[in-house]
């Protein structure tokens, strides 16, 4: 709505939980991001979400907080990650893609 996230790979959700969906969420949490097709995805306690911040009629127990995704953007899966730039010989690449490339 303010423009602050262009396409969904620039932004990073944040959940917030009641005690059965986050032992749920917890399983799955390193699916989600493809899931959501976003940068990164972070899950925590429903008493620990921010002051104001309000649940659905649809699922109470759950809290989705949407802002900016942290690191920059990867040439190859276009992720956004803390971690581009780590590996040496691909300054452009996340770890994951840099792990593939000396793979291939």
């Known amino acids: 709505r303010d423009k602050v996230i262009g396409n969904s790979l620039e932004a990073a959700v944040d959940l917030f939980a009641g005690?059965?969906?986050?032992?749920?969420?917890?399983n799955q949490l390193s699916d989600l991001p493809n899931v959501f097709i976003v940068s990164g995805v972070t899950l925590?306690?429903?008493?620990?979400?921010?002051?104001g911040a309000q649940s659905n009629d649809t699922i109470p127990e759950l809290v989705i907080s949407v802002r900016p995704a942290g690191g920059k953007k990867c040439d190859r899966c276009w992720m956004y990650h803390e971690g581009v730039g780590?590996?040496?010989?691909?300054?452009?690449?996340?770890?994951?893609c840099a792990a593939v490339v000396k793979g291939a």
């Open 44 to 51: 925590a306690r429903l008493e620990d979400a921010p002051t």
């Open 19 to 26: 005690k059965d969906l986050y032992s749920f969420l917890e």
């Open 86 to 96: 780590a590996e040496a010989e691909h300054q452009t690449l996340c770890p994951r």
